[in-house]
């Protein structure tokens, strides 16, 4: 069987191994940074135009206990490895995907609402278009039940076998994924990493310096003809969620970007959640490094399964 796409579910499966600290605006996949962010001064980076990829999420303090695009990517790759060595134990042949046809690209950064004035250009409100999976059509009813746990009409029995076998509830693709998280779950901290990351965006949103940027920012918004209360109505607007792209739609959020840059809205609120950040964090660091101490355990680990799948391959043991 050749490279093949993963279903909803083990998709879902995939994405969710890692307990990081997701931000409020429903980003697809929180993004980690080798450190906490610090002032920078003038505007902040152009998440669309930064040729690092840089975000404002992943340079808040909180980044730092949750996974880097690069570790999702070697994460990834070795639970698919651990799925392929699985399915081979029923006699399935699991060719499986590069990790970065697996994991779609993160979302826009729009914690503050938007954020990439080369994005409000094009796309407007709208997220960049993302991939669409391939179709699992192609897998036998017995390739399908030994990767997903599933028979090919979408059921999950009980108690599935191949071969005389049980078969894992969630399949091979489940397994690999459970293999590689068990050992490094932490849900305590995992847990204080998600609450900080979210008390922090509604508690620097009080912040008075914060109250008087986004009132700025309003204001500049019912100069140029858009009444708008916060950065985070246009996304919400139903004219803006329709499949096309309008004028008008690409008009509101280049001065939605231009409001953001006059005001320094984007700087003021940023700086306002970091400080915040470092006050929650500071009240829960043993937790929290516990945490990092884990994650940074669990890449090593996905790191030396991949290693030692392109040493098989290399010498032709990968079989």
């Known amino acids: ?24 605006d429903g980003t697809a996949r929180p993004t980690g940074a080798p450190g906490t962010a610090t002032h920078r001064a003038g505007p902040p980076p152009d998440p669309g135009e930064n040729a690092a990829g840089t975000t404002l999420t992943a340079r808040l303090p909180i980044a730092r206990y949750s996974y880097s695009d690069d570790e999702y990517l070697a994460i990834t790759a070795a639970e698919l490895i651990l799925a392929r060595d699985c399915a081979r134990r029923y006699g399935v042949t699991y060719d499986p995907p590069q990790a970065t046809a697996v994991l779609a690209p993160p979302f826009a950064d729009r914690r503050y609402g938007i954020s990439s004035a080369r994005e409000a250009a094009r796309w407007g409100y709208h997220l960049p278009p993302q991939p669409d999976p391939a179709s699992d059509s192609a897998l036998s009813a017995a390739e399908q039940l030994v990767l997903y746990g599933r028979r090919a009409d ?3 029995p009980r108690d599935a076998t191949h071969r005389g076998r049980r078969v894992p509830a969630h399949g091979c693709l489940g397994e690999g994924v459970e293999k590689l998280r068990k050992p490094y779950e932490f849900s305590a901290g995992a847990d204080a990493a998600s609450r900080i990351a979210a008390r922090s965006f509604v508690r620097s949103r009080q912040d008075s310096r914060v109250r008087a940027a986004l009132a700025e920012w309003a204001a500049c918004m019912r100069k140029n003809g858009f009444s708008y209360a916060s950065p985070m109505a246009p996304l919400k607007n139903p004219a803006f969620q329709r499949s096309g792209i309008s004028r008008q739609e690409k008009e509101t959020a280049r001065t939605d970007i231009a409001c953001k840059h006059r005001t320094r ?25 516990q945490l990092r101490g884990l994650h940074l355990a669990k890449v090593r680990e996905a790191r030396r399964i991949v290693a030692g799948a392109d040493r098989d391959r ?6």
């Open 314 to 319: 290399e010498a032709g043991t990968d079989t």
């Open 265 to 289: 809205l984007l700087e003021t609120w940023f700086e306002a959640e970091i400080r915040v950040q470092r006050t929650a964090i500071a009240g829960d660091t043993a937790r929290l490094e």
């Open 1 to 24: 069987m050749r490279r093949q796409a993963l279903s909803a579910l083990v998709l879902a499966l995939l994405l969710g191994c890692s307990p990081g600290a997701p931000p409020p």
């Open 154 to 156: 979408g059921e999950s």
